[in-house]
C-alpha cells in the first residue's frame, strides 16, 4: 500500500511540474494583469418602492348637449373602415357612440379610441361608475400598464409632466447613462395603484381562518389535563409526543400523542374570540415584521404585529405568501383592535415594499397610519437611528417563536399552523411574563387573580373566550 502511495505523489509532481512550465511558456505572451479575475461582486443600485400620492378622480362627462349623431352629421365622420370587425359590443362612455366610430387603440381590446369625440377610454362591462384617473401634478389621464393579482398600476405617460422632468432633472450624467440602457432601474413616471380588493370579503376574512369552535365539554378527558395538555404543549414548546410521554411519566395519565394534538385544536377556535375581541389598551407605537415557518417542507410566513410599549400581540396569522394581501390582511388585524386610530400610529418594519403597498390601501379605505422602515443592519438614515430599537424588539421575539417551534419540526397544514399560532399569540399576551414589563404579563385579566398554577390558567381563559365567543358567532 505504501508503494502506492509512493507512485501516486510521484506522478502528482510531476503533473505539478509540467503545469507549470506551461505557465511560465504563456507568460512570455500574455499579460498576468489580463488574466486576473475580479471576484467582486456588481454594486448594482435597485431603485427604491415608493408610493406616489393619490391622483385627481374625476367622473365621466358625458356629452349631453349634443350627442354622437348631430356630431357625426356636423363633422361629416364616416365609421371606421377596419379589416377585422371588434367582437365585442362597444360604445364610447363619452358620446355613446357605436362601435363602427371606436377605434381599437392598441390592438388587444383593452384601449379604444372614439373617431367622434377623440376620448380614450379602457372598456369595463362589470364597472358601474366609471371615473377618469388623472395625474396631481400635471392632470394628464393615467394609462394602464399592467393588471397584478390584487391591484391594477396606472402610470402618466406624459414626458412633459412635472414630475418626470423633475426626476430626470435630478439623475447624474452616470444615471443618465444607466436610464439609457435600462429604463426599469429608475423610477421616473407617477404611478398609482388601484386595488381590485373586497373590503366586506377582507374585513371578514382576518378573524374566519381557523375552523369554528368546537364542544369542549364532550372531550374523554378532565378539564385539567386540557389544561396541562396546553401547558406542556404552549408554554414549554414541547411536541406532541413529548407532551404525551410527559403526562404518562410524571402524571400517570396516558393519552396518546394524536390525542394532544387533537385537543390543542380544538382549544384554538374558541380562544381566538378572546385574542380578537379583547378591549386591549394599546399605545401608538406598533412594530412589524414576518417570518417563516415550514408545512409539508414549504416555507409560509407569519406576519406580526406587535405593540412594541405594552409588548401585545396583534397580528399573528400564518400566510402561503409573502406578498400585497398578506400584508394588508395583517395590517387589518391591528388596526381593527383600535376603537378609534390615533392620530400618531406608527409602524416600525423593514424595507420590505409590500408594508407600503398596506399604508396605501388602508389609507384609501378610511384607516391611515405612519410606517417608519428600518433599513439594513446599521443606521445609515434618521429614521434607522430613531426606530431601530423597536426593529430589534419585534425581531426577538421572533426568535422566541423560533425557539417553541423548533421541536415540532414544521406543520402538516396551513390550518394547523394558524392553530398553533392562535394559542401562541394568546400564552403570549395572557399567561407569560415579560422582563419589560416588570415580570408582568402584557394583559392582565382579574380572572386570573389567585389561580396558581398554569393548567387552571389556561381552562380559565377558555371560559373566558367562551363568552367572548358567542359575541363572534353573532
Not at 366609471?130 to 406624459?158: A, F, M, Q
Not at 414630475?163 to 421616473?188: C, G, H, I, R, V
Not at 404579563?441 to 381563559?461: A, F, H, R, S
Amino acid at each position: 500500500m505504501s508503494k502506492i502511495i509512493t507512485l501516486l505523489i510521484e506522478f502528482l509532481n510531476r503533473i505539478n511540474k509540467f503545469i507549470w512550465k506551461i505557465i511560465i511558456f504563456l507568460s512570455n505572451f500574455i499579460k498576468i494583469d489580463d488574466v486576473i479575475i475580479n471576484n467582486k461582486p456588481t454594486d448594482e443600485k435597485y431603485r427604491l418602492f415608493k408610493v406616489d400620492e393619490q391622483p385627481i378622480i374625476e367622473p365621466f362627462v358625458k356629452l349631453e348637449h349634443k350627442d354622437y349623431k348631430q356630431l357625426i352629421k356636423d363633422n361629416n365622420i364616416k365609421p371606421i373602415n377596419r379589416r377585422k370587425d371588434l367582437n365585442i359590443n362597444i360604445q364610447c362612455p363619452c358620446c355613446g357612440a357605436p362601435k363602427e366610430y371606436i377605434y381599437n387603440n392598441n390592438g388587444k381590446q383593452t384601449q379604444f379610441e372614439c373617431k367622434v369625440c377623440s376620448h380614450i377610454f379602457v372598456h369595463n362591462p362589470n364597472k358601474i361608475n366609471d371615473v377618469i384617473l388623472k395625474c396631481p401634478h400635471c392632470r394628464h389621464t393615467l394609462t394602464k400598464r399592467v393588471s397584478r393579482e390584487d391591484y391594477d398600476v396606472y402610470v402618466c405617460k406624459n414626458n412633459n409632466c412635472k414630475y418626470y422632468l423633475n426626476n430626470l432633472a435630478s439623475l447624474t450624467l452616470a444615471d443618465k447613462e444607466k436610464y439609457k440602457e435600462n429604463p426599469t432601474l429608475f423610477k421616473m413616471h407617477y404611478i398609482y395603484r388601484k386595488f381590485n380588493i373586497d373590503l366586506p370579503t377582507l374585513t371578514k376574512d382576518y378573524r374566519d381562518f381557523v375552523k369554528q369552535p368546537v364542544d369542549l365539554s364532550k372531550i374523554y378527558s378532565s378539564q385539567y389535563i386540557l389544561g396541562l395538555c396546553l401547558t406542556y404543549h404552549v408554554n414549554y414548546g414541547l411536541s406532541y409526543r413529548q407532551t404525551s410521554s410527559i403526562l404518562k411519566d410524571i402524571h400517570e395519565v396516558d393519552i396518546s400523542y394524536k390525542t394532544v394534538e387533537n385537543y390543542c385544536k380544538s382549544v384554538s377556535p374558541t380562544i381566538q374570540a378572546l385574542l380578537e375581541f379583547y378591549p386591549y389598551e394599546l399605545s401608538d407605537t406598533i412594530a412589524a415584521d414576518e417570518t417563516y415557518i415550514k408545512i409539508l417542507g414549504k416555507t409560509a410566513y407569519i406576519f406580526f404585529y406587535f405593540d412594541a410599549i405594552k409588548k401585545i400581540v396583534t397580528s399573528y396569522r400564518v400566510f402561503e405568501k409573502r406578498d400585497s394581501l398578506s400584508s394588508i390582511k395583517a395590517a387589518y388585524s391591528t388596526l381593527s383592535k383600535y376603537d378609534k386610530l390615533p392620530e400618531s400610529l406608527k409602524v416600525i418594519s423593514d424595507g420590505n415594499p409590500i408594508y407600503n403597498v398596506a399604508v396605501q390601501y388602508w389609507t384609501q379605505n378610511g384607516l391611515p397610519f405612519n410606517l417608519y422602515q428600518v433599513i439594513g443592519l446599521t443606521n445609515q438614515d434618521d429614521i434607522s437611528k430613531e426606530y431601530r430599537s423597536q426593529k430589534q424588539i419585534i425581531e426577538r421575539f421572533n426568535r422566541t417563536l423560533k425557539y417553541y417551534y423548533r421541536p415540532k419540526g414544521g406543520f402538516t397544514s396551513l390550518d394547523n399552523a394558524n392553530n398553533y399560532m392562535v394559542l401562541f399569540a394568546t400564552c403570549s399576551n395572557f399567561l407569560r411574563p415579560n422582563k419589560a414589563l416588570d415580570w408582568k404579563t402584557p394583559v392582565q385579566l382579574p380572572e386570573l387573580d389567585g389561580i396558581n398554577n398554569m393548567p387552571n390558567k389556561w381552562i380559565e381563559l377558555i371560559k373566558l373566550a367562551s363568552e367572548y365567543s358567542k359575541t363572534y358567532s353573532e
